[in-house]
């Protein structure tokens, strides 16, 4: 054999030594660390095919290390669970916000309909009002509501709250013109008044009677008597009955006013009336008066017949002409019976 590849195998035999060599120093340290023999070297080889390699020729080793790299599995490189637990909450979010803006649309669009629907109904109110006034109101109060000299004031500013009152009182339409307009029966229906008041109230503005209950609780009630006997009693009496004014002019009876009427007088003022805004009497001071009044109203006189309630007046008839005529007969009837 030539001295040339005589030292080739040699060498070829030093670097499967050294590589023996390596793998023995390694499985010792891994068998030191771990207290056993492992199956697979430090650098990734079986113990065994390490000592079939130093058995075998050079040619062998090169094959076994080629047919174990082919024949070796790829394993998939699996994907970490943090990212698989991002894509699931993003998802999850993103449904969260479909369905809240869903939820949102919904509610703003039933909202946008309601308001469109009660625009609609206010707006059929306000025409109907304008057919009303143009044929009841419109010669008095002028056709933009101006009013007309000595026939009838302005309505600019009167509010809703003065139609009502005026209207479903009866006093309006005015038969005459005068300085007292009694209370008589209303030509128009509540449906009817509704409408005229949302027309004037449309053009000019001013007061309106809130919705919902107004009359107070009876906790109110000692309250409210004493608002009406500051406020009201020097005119309509302490018992509702009214009063007469000076000029011709009287504090109407309120014993056929309902709630709504004594509310929309107290917020317009009407003929002689002050008028009570809320910041003179507030909404519950309103209500309080509202609540003594139509409880004294229904409340039963405890000493027997009220006589009307219009006071000590009615009480000095019944005694002159009941008391003093009884007397007169007994003494007639006495003296004729000495005869």
């Known amino acids: 054999m030539p001295d040339d590849d005589i030292r080739s195998v040699a060498q070829r035999n030093v670097d499967s030594d050294v590589d023996t060599d390596i793998d023995a120093g390694a499985d010792a340290d891994l068998d030191a660390e771990y207290g056993f023999e492992p199956a697979v070297s430090a650098t990734g080889r079986d113990t065994a095919a390490s000592t079939a390699e130093q058995a075998d020729g050079p040619h062998r080793v090169v094959r076994r290390r080629v047919s174990r790299l082919v024949r070796r599995p790829v394993r998939p490189v699996a994907k970490p669970r943090s990212a698989v637990r991002r894509r699931v909450g993003a998802v999850a979010i993103m449904l969260g916000s479909l369905a809240s803006m869903g939820g949102i649309y919904a509610a703003l669009a039933g909202s946008s309909d309601a308001d469109a629907s009660s625009a609609a109904a206010n707006a059929e109110s306000i025409a109907a009002g304008r057919n009303i006034y143009q044929v009841s109101c419109i010669t008095c109060h002028g056709a933009n509501l101006q009013g007309v000299n000595g026939q009838g004031p302005a309505l600019i500013g009167v509010g809703s709250a003065a139609v009502y009152f005026q209207v479903s009182t009866g006093r309006m339409p005015a038969v005459l013109q005068g300085a007292y307009e009694p209370r008589k029966e209303a030509k128009f229906d509540t449906k009817q008044t509704d409408q005229l008041g949302a027309y004037i109230q449309s053009i000019g503005g001013g007061p309106a009677v809130p919705g919902g209950k107004l009359r107070g609780n009876d906790k109110s009630i000692a309250d409210g ?92 008839i019944v005694i002159w002409a009941v008391g003093v005529g009884a007397l007169m007969i007994a003494i007639l009837w006495i003296g004729a019976r000495v005869r």
């Open 225 to 316: 008597g004493a608002m009406f006997r500051l406020n009201c009693a020097s005119c309509h009496g302490t018992t509702f009955k009214g009063a007469p004014l000076s000029a011709g002019k009287v504090a109407p009876s309120l014993n056929d006013a309902t709630d709504k009427q004594i509310y929309a007088a107290m917020l317009s003022g009407p003929e002689s009336m002050p008028v009570f805004s809320n910041n003179q009497i507030t909404p519950t001071e309103k209500r309080a008066i509202i609540a003594y009044i139509q409880t004294i109203k229904a409340s039963k006189d405890p000493g027997g017949s009220g006589i009307d309630r219009i006071g000590p007046v009615s009480e000095a």
